[in-house]
Protein backbone atom coordinates (compact mmCIF):
# COMPACT_ATOMS: atom_id res chain seq x y z
CA UNK A 1 0.00 0.00 0.00
CA UNK A 2 3.43 2.26 0.20
CA UNK A 3 4.04 1.92 -3.70
CA UNK A 4 3.83 4.67 -6.16
CA UNK A 5 3.82 3.50 -9.48
CA UNK A 6 5.11 5.42 -12.19
CA UNK A 7 5.17 5.67 -15.94
CA UNK A 8 6.46 5.69 -18.51
CA UNK A 9 10.03 4.13 -17.85
CA UNK A 10 12.03 6.36 -20.86
CA UNK A 11 10.47 8.94 -22.84
CA UNK A 12 11.84 10.53 -25.82
CA UNK A 13 10.68 13.92 -26.73
CA UNK A 14 11.16 16.52 -29.20
CA UNK A 15 12.44 20.11 -28.28
CA UNK A 16 9.39 22.19 -27.98
CA UNK A 17 7.11 19.18 -27.26
CA UNK A 18 5.33 18.65 -24.43
CA UNK A 19 6.26 15.76 -21.98
CA UNK A 20 4.12 13.77 -20.01
CA UNK A 21 4.68 11.46 -16.77
CA UNK A 22 2.22 9.93 -14.72
CA UNK A 23 2.00 8.44 -11.05
CA UNK A 24 -0.49 6.68 -8.78
CA UNK A 25 -1.01 5.69 -5.52
CA UNK A 26 -2.34 3.55 -3.23
CA UNK A 27 -2.23 4.69 0.28
CA UNK A 28 -4.59 7.37 1.10
CA UNK A 29 -2.59 8.51 3.82
CA UNK A 30 -0.47 10.64 1.63
CA UNK A 31 -1.05 14.23 1.56
CA UNK A 32 1.94 15.30 0.02
CA UNK A 33 3.05 14.88 -3.71
CA UNK A 34 6.48 16.44 -5.29
CA UNK A 35 8.52 15.78 -8.24
CA UNK A 36 12.07 15.40 -8.02
CA UNK A 37 14.33 16.07 -11.32
CA UNK A 38 17.82 14.29 -11.30
CA UNK A 39 20.99 14.86 -13.54
CA UNK A 40 23.56 12.17 -13.33
CA UNK A 41 25.90 12.30 -10.89
CA UNK A 42 24.00 15.33 -8.75
CA UNK A 43 21.30 14.07 -6.11
CA UNK A 44 17.28 14.78 -6.86
CA UNK A 45 16.31 18.09 -6.84
CA UNK A 46 12.98 19.78 -6.22
CA UNK A 47 11.47 20.51 -9.02
CA UNK A 48 7.65 20.79 -7.80
CA UNK A 49 5.24 19.90 -5.10
CA UNK A 50 1.02 19.59 -4.58
CA UNK A 51 -1.28 19.04 -1.79
CA UNK A 52 -4.50 17.14 -2.62
CA UNK A 53 -6.64 20.08 -1.80
CA UNK A 54 -5.70 21.48 -5.46
CA UNK A 55 -6.15 19.72 -8.31
CA UNK A 56 -3.55 21.65 -10.65
CA UNK A 57 -0.52 23.65 -9.95
CA UNK A 58 2.04 25.51 -12.49
CA UNK A 59 5.61 26.74 -12.27
CA UNK A 60 6.76 28.20 -15.24
CA UNK A 61 6.64 25.31 -17.86
CA UNK A 62 6.34 22.87 -15.45
CA UNK A 63 2.86 21.54 -14.06
CA UNK A 64 0.96 19.25 -12.17
CA UNK A 65 -1.90 17.77 -12.41
CA UNK A 66 -3.68 15.98 -9.80
CA UNK A 67 -6.85 13.47 -9.59
CA UNK A 68 -7.91 12.81 -5.63
CA UNK A 69 -10.54 10.41 -6.67
CA UNK A 70 -8.56 8.37 -8.69
CA UNK A 71 -5.15 8.68 -6.66
CA UNK A 72 -3.61 9.99 -9.90
CA UNK A 73 -1.23 12.63 -10.65
CA UNK A 74 1.31 13.59 -13.35
CA UNK A 75 3.92 16.33 -14.21
CA UNK A 76 3.71 18.50 -17.49
CA UNK A 77 6.58 19.79 -18.95
CA UNK A 78 5.77 22.31 -21.91
CA UNK A 79 8.23 23.44 -24.52
CA UNK A 80 10.57 20.76 -23.38
CA UNK A 81 14.17 21.74 -23.47
CA UNK A 82 17.25 19.44 -24.07
CA UNK A 83 18.31 20.87 -20.81
CA UNK A 84 15.17 19.25 -19.29
CA UNK A 85 16.77 15.67 -20.18
CA UNK A 86 17.08 13.88 -16.96
CA UNK A 87 15.50 11.31 -14.84
CA UNK A 88 12.25 12.52 -13.07
CA UNK A 89 11.00 10.89 -9.98
CA UNK A 90 7.39 11.17 -8.40
CA UNK A 91 7.09 10.77 -4.52
CA UNK A 92 4.25 11.33 -2.15
CA UNK A 93 4.53 11.65 1.83
CA UNK A 94 2.10 11.26 4.44
CA UNK A 95 2.11 11.52 8.15
CA UNK A 96 3.23 8.58 10.94
CA UNK A 97 4.50 5.66 9.27
CA UNK A 98 3.71 7.38 5.81
CA UNK A 99 6.12 10.30 7.00
CA UNK A 100 8.98 9.62 4.38
CA UNK A 101 8.96 9.96 0.88
CA UNK A 102 7.78 6.93 -1.11
CA UNK A 103 9.62 7.30 -4.64
CA UNK A 104 8.00 6.08 -7.86
CA UNK A 105 10.49 4.36 -10.55
CA UNK A 106 11.53 7.13 -12.21
CA UNK A 107 11.16 8.23 -15.94
CA UNK A 108 14.27 8.91 -17.86
CA UNK A 109 13.35 11.95 -20.25
CA UNK A 110 14.99 12.68 -23.28
CA UNK A 111 14.48 15.97 -25.08
CA UNK A 112 15.81 15.85 -28.76
CA UNK A 113 17.49 19.00 -30.35
CA UNK B 1 21.91 29.87 1.69
CA UNK B 2 24.15 25.96 1.37
CA UNK B 3 22.61 22.95 0.42
CA UNK B 4 23.17 19.80 2.39
CA UNK B 5 26.42 18.72 2.37
CA UNK B 6 27.48 15.03 2.07
CA UNK B 7 30.80 13.47 2.27
CA UNK B 8 32.49 11.92 1.14
CA UNK B 9 31.48 11.91 -2.32
CA UNK B 10 32.82 8.49 -3.21
CA UNK B 11 34.36 5.55 -1.20
CA UNK B 12 35.48 2.11 -2.18
CA UNK B 13 35.75 -0.39 0.57
CA UNK B 14 35.91 -4.30 0.75
CA UNK B 15 33.05 -7.10 2.09
CA UNK B 16 33.00 -7.16 5.40
CA UNK B 17 34.54 -3.45 6.41
CA UNK B 18 32.19 -1.03 8.00
CA UNK B 19 32.39 2.62 6.54
CA UNK B 20 30.53 6.10 8.30
CA UNK B 21 28.83 8.57 5.82
CA UNK B 22 28.51 12.23 6.63
CA UNK B 23 25.29 14.42 6.32
CA UNK B 24 25.17 18.32 7.18
CA UNK B 25 21.50 19.84 6.57
CA UNK B 26 20.73 23.20 5.22
CA UNK B 27 21.01 25.32 8.07
CA UNK B 28 17.67 25.77 10.27
CA UNK B 29 16.11 22.15 9.31
CA UNK B 30 15.74 19.30 12.11
CA UNK B 31 14.82 16.82 10.31
CA UNK B 32 17.67 14.56 8.39
CA UNK B 33 16.46 11.43 6.43
CA UNK B 34 18.59 8.77 4.11
CA UNK B 35 17.97 7.33 1.38
CA UNK B 36 19.10 4.15 -0.53
CA UNK B 37 19.60 4.48 -4.49
CA UNK B 38 20.22 1.66 -6.59
CA UNK B 39 19.69 0.75 -10.35
CA UNK B 40 17.34 -2.42 -9.31
CA UNK B 41 15.37 -0.75 -6.17
CA UNK B 42 15.33 2.73 -6.67
CA UNK B 43 14.97 4.98 -4.05
CA UNK B 44 14.53 3.50 -0.53
CA UNK B 45 13.89 5.06 2.88
CA UNK B 46 16.70 4.17 5.27
CA UNK B 47 15.37 6.21 8.28
CA UNK B 48 14.54 10.03 9.68
CA UNK B 49 16.28 11.24 12.72
CA UNK B 50 14.67 14.50 14.56
CA UNK B 51 16.01 16.70 17.35
CA UNK B 52 18.36 13.66 17.79
CA UNK B 53 15.86 10.67 17.71
CA UNK B 54 15.18 8.10 15.02
CA UNK B 55 11.63 8.76 13.87
CA UNK B 56 11.16 6.77 11.26
CA UNK B 57 12.55 3.44 10.12
CA UNK B 58 12.86 1.54 6.56
CA UNK B 59 13.24 -2.08 5.54
CA UNK B 60 16.55 -2.39 6.17
CA UNK B 61 18.86 -4.76 8.14
CA UNK B 62 20.91 -3.81 11.65
CA UNK B 63 23.81 -3.18 9.84
CA UNK B 64 22.49 0.29 8.72
CA UNK B 65 22.55 2.53 11.38
CA UNK B 66 22.40 6.18 12.09
CA UNK B 67 22.55 9.24 14.48
CA UNK B 68 22.14 12.80 14.93
CA UNK B 69 23.99 15.50 16.47
CA UNK B 70 22.88 18.36 18.57
CA UNK B 71 23.82 20.64 15.72
CA UNK B 72 21.67 18.82 13.27
CA UNK B 73 24.47 16.63 11.11
CA UNK B 74 24.04 13.58 10.84
CA UNK B 75 25.71 10.34 10.63
CA UNK B 76 25.04 6.84 9.18
CA UNK B 77 26.98 3.26 9.40
CA UNK B 78 26.71 0.52 7.43
CA UNK B 79 28.87 -2.63 9.20
CA UNK B 80 29.84 -6.08 7.58
CA UNK B 81 29.94 -4.59 4.05
CA UNK B 82 28.34 -6.66 1.65
CA UNK B 83 28.03 -6.36 -1.94
CA UNK B 84 24.75 -5.83 -2.35
CA UNK B 85 25.60 -2.45 -0.39
CA UNK B 86 26.80 -1.01 -3.64
CA UNK B 87 24.56 2.12 -4.10
CA UNK B 88 23.91 6.13 -4.47
CA UNK B 89 23.37 6.96 -0.46
CA UNK B 90 21.51 10.13 -0.19
CA UNK B 91 20.55 12.50 2.81
CA UNK B 92 17.96 14.67 2.54
CA UNK B 93 16.71 17.62 5.02
CA UNK B 94 13.57 19.74 5.94
CA UNK B 95 12.01 22.11 8.49
CA UNK B 96 10.76 19.41 10.49
CA UNK B 97 10.31 16.94 8.20
CA UNK B 98 6.20 16.71 8.18
CA UNK B 99 5.17 17.13 4.81
CA UNK B 100 7.45 19.70 3.98
CA UNK B 101 9.60 19.60 1.14
CA UNK B 102 13.00 17.86 1.62
CA UNK B 103 16.38 19.17 -0.25
CA UNK B 104 18.78 16.18 -1.50
CA UNK B 105 22.38 16.76 -1.31
CA UNK B 106 24.62 14.83 -3.77
CA UNK B 107 25.04 11.88 -2.17
CA UNK B 108 27.96 9.70 -1.24
CA UNK B 109 28.76 6.49 -4.38
CA UNK B 110 29.79 3.32 -2.09
CA UNK B 111 31.55 0.86 -4.09
CA UNK B 112 31.86 -2.91 -2.27
CA UNK B 113 34.63 -4.58 -3.91
Known sequence: QQQVKQSPQSLIVQKGGISIINCAYENTAFDYFPWYQQFPGKGPALLIAIRPDVSEKKEGRFTISFNKSAKQFSLHIMDSQPGDSATYFCAAQGEGSARQLTFGSGTQLTVLP | KAGVTQTPRYLIKTRGQ?????????????????????????????????????????????????????????????????????????????????????????GTRLSIL
Open chain 2, 18 to 106: QVTLSCSPISGHRSVSWYQQTPGQGLQFLFEYFSETQRNKGNFPGRFSGRQFSNSRSEMNVSTLELGDSALYLCASSPSGSNQPQHFGD
